[in-house]
């Protein structure tokens, strides 16, 4: 019997950002020779609808750059709709290979300021997977309200921010929202909490006491116009970390609630979206 093929080596990719949001992609390809296309498609979980559909692919381009190099270029005038990507290349042979991550060089992503001008924030940050495979994570806001900084208190918690895409205006104010199905925070107490809020033209900043919260989980919002405008999620998008979670970590502070003691403190969510995780203590 003839032995199986065996498998063929992985592609790498080499990405760079620009300080504009776009994404270049470098294959390593020396045994193409006909037409290719690196391949987007987005995750079941994170698609609305047929995994496969048109919406859920996006395919560039891949032109040669050099000896035995590929080049595909993903502009920030792409629409590429929020959610995780995995990258393929398709070469002349015709089937799709799963990328691996070369030489990554995000430094622009970590210095980008947009202008907020366009109405949206597009971020993509290309990262590896728990496999070693490429994904591209993507976000797409409109408007968007960035967690510039925050600082913590034995007490409670300052946020730091600015606003993209839209205007602040007095009356301003920020909104703690409890999630019902985690811990007691849609019981007794919980529910929505309103927070002043200090603004000057795209800047915001508001604090939090712990005190004053029920135990479970709380997501930040940012009502930039009050009562008259949109509700925006509080997020940390412009940099160049595709999951913050793992990354930045938070001291808890321990404080004393009408609900009694609890441990209190910040966290990125799986979407990098702020929120608290409010835990009761044994008193």
Known sequence: MTPPAPPAAPLRADCI??????????VAARRNTGAALLVLRRRVTDAVGAADSAADTVSLPLAPAAEGRLRAALPSSVSLPEGRWDAYARLSDGRPRRLVPGVTDLRSLAERTPSGLLGHVAVRIPYATRQGNLTVRSWLRAPHAEAVELRLASGGLTVRGRVYGTQLVPGADAELRARPDDGEGGRGGGGVRRVEVAAER?????????????????????????DAGPVVRLARLLDDVADKN???TFPRARVRTPHGP???????TRD???????APLEA
């Open 262 to 268: 609890v441990e209190a403190g910040p966290y990125y």
């Open 202 to 226: 795209t800047e915001f900043a508001f604090t939090v006491a712990y005190d004053g919260l029920a135990p479970g989980l709380w997501d930040l919002w940012l009502r930039p116009a009050g």
């Open 246 to 248: 793992p990354v930045l």
């Open 17 to 26: 950002g620009d300080s504009a949001g776009g994404l270049t992609f470098d």
């Open 272 to 278: 990098n979206d702020l929120s608290l995780a409010v």
